[in-house]
């Protein structure tokens, strides 16, 4: 496509492709250039300001006459809400307003104060930041993410953040928008109502979800996991998958989380170094520990989600510091004598009630112990993992999966699965 010499004329093309297709507008130093982002890689080269400049309405334009040159927007498509968005009078669109520059430095920050009530409802401390409730002036309720200063460079950031703001999947938790001030940044969300799924299978709420559910949101999980490894333009490796990372929304379908600052892999190349350490002690994979034992790849996720599916059958986490024996230390290695003796039904105390309960906690523990392979290429891609959590690849028992194996005293039902 080439930009039209008439504007009223261009005018009409970006309606278009505007009703049909999610974009991105980025306006640098007055100069505007639209980009679709299409199946077909759709793209309208620099289009002049007297095209474009009429899609914004009165207020932002006098924003940007005001600060001239030095005037930096970029806008994500987000029909949300009316305090953050700019309304394109072309369209009857409304967009999210999801970076700010310095120039609109004032007004972003009491927006997220305002969003978030004076910063009092926070969630929790998760990964590279804390977790703030929000509320949207149409009620839509959001999760903002306050950056840690030290973690993150400018240059990430922005290398980043607008590549995962045009990731749509319906297991992955939706980013809304983005800020940018300074040394300041945050991450907006969608707010995931029922929390994560570290209190259905750790907490007191453990005993909520039956094996029915565990198998959904095993399978729904991976989906989320094989679109960031495989359907993505570039691969990207989420490094944390844990229960805390999956969280589920008002119908309980789990939706992967905190993948927003995951380091982006060429899709050309196999593997990727690492720079930091990152995953967390119990999920991550030995190779993200120490480079010695291979590149991180893609099958490094594949352990964090079968130690996470572990945890899933056992009802309890997989490592227990304060156990009293070493049966209840490191509950996959228990687990595996189970399955290597046949005996499913003592996966979880008192919650198989049936054969098809037995049938799944059969094959999750089976997909747990093959996704947490010592050797990364005897872990399966997630793609494969789709196929047999949906019955079309056979699950047989797997090889030892540990480098190491301490035989295990015979010890009770009740040792296996005690609290956390």
């Not at 700019?86 to 669109?93: D, F, M, P, R």
């Not at 112990?369 to 494969?384: D, E, G, T, V």
């Amino acid at each position: 496509f080439r930009s039209p010499a008439s504007p009223v004329h261009g005018l009409q093309i970006i309606k278009l492709f505007l009703l049909l297709f999610p974009w991105s507008i980025a306006c640098t130093n007055f100069k505007l250039q639209v980009v679709a982002h299409t199946p077909f890689g759709f793209l309208l080269p620099k289009t002049t300001t007297s095209v474009l400049k009429r899609i914004f309405d009165k207020s932002y334009k006098e924003d940007l006459k005001s600060h001239g040159r030095s005037a930096k927007l970029a806008f994500n498509v987000r029909p949300l809400v009316e305090d953050a968005m700019v309304n394109l009078a072309a369209t009857s669109l409304s967009w999210m307003l999801v970076f700010v520059s310095k120039v609109f430095t004032d007004t972003t920050a009491l927006m997220i104060k305002r969003y978030t009530n004076n910063f009092a409802e926070k969630l929790g401390q998760r990964g590279f930041g804390t977790v703030l409730k929000g509320k949207l002036p149409n009620e839509h309720l959001v999760a903002i993410k306050i950056l840690d200063k030290s973690k993150h460079s400018q240059k990430q950031f922005m290398n980043e953040v607008p590549t995962l703001a045009r990731i749509h999947h319906i297991h992955l938790v939706r980013l809304l928008g983005y800020c940018f001030q300074g040394s300041k940044r945050a991450l907006v969300y969608d707010y995931m109502v029922n929390g994560s799924l570290e209190k259905y299978i750790h907490g007191d709420d453990k005993n909520a979800l039956d094996w029915k559910q565990l198998h959904k949101i095993a399978m729904s999980t991976t989906r989320g996991i094989s679109y960031l490894h495989e359907d993505c333009a570039s691969q990207i490796l989420h490094f944390d998958i844990k229960p805390h990372n999956v969280l589920l929304d008002a119908t309980y379908c789990p939706k992967v989380a905190d993948f927003g600052l995951a380091k982006l892999a060429d899709r050309e190349g196999s593997h990727i170094s690492l720079t930091a350490t990152m995953g967390t002690p119990g999920y991550a994979a030995l190779e993200v520990w120490s480079k010695n034992l291979g590149p991180v790849t893609d099958r490094s996720d594949v352990y964090s989600y079968g130690m996470l599916v572990m945890g899933m059958v056992g009802g309890r986490k997989n490592f227990d510091m304060q156990a009293s024996r070493e049966s209840k230390l490191y509950y996959p290695e228990w687990a595996f004598k189970q399955v290597e003796n046949g005996e499913f039904g003592r996966l979880r105390k008192n919650d198989i009630g049936g054969e098809e309960d037995e049938s799944i906690a059969k094959m999750l523990s089976l997909l747990g112990l093959w996704c947490i392979q010592y050797n990364p290429s005897h872990r399966p891609a997630m793609s494969k993992v789709i196929k047999m959590l949906e019955g079309s690849i056979e699950l047989s028992v797997p090889p030892l999966p540990f480098p190491v194996h301490t035989t295990l005293p015979t010890t009770s039902l009740t040792d296996s699965s005690s609290n956390m």
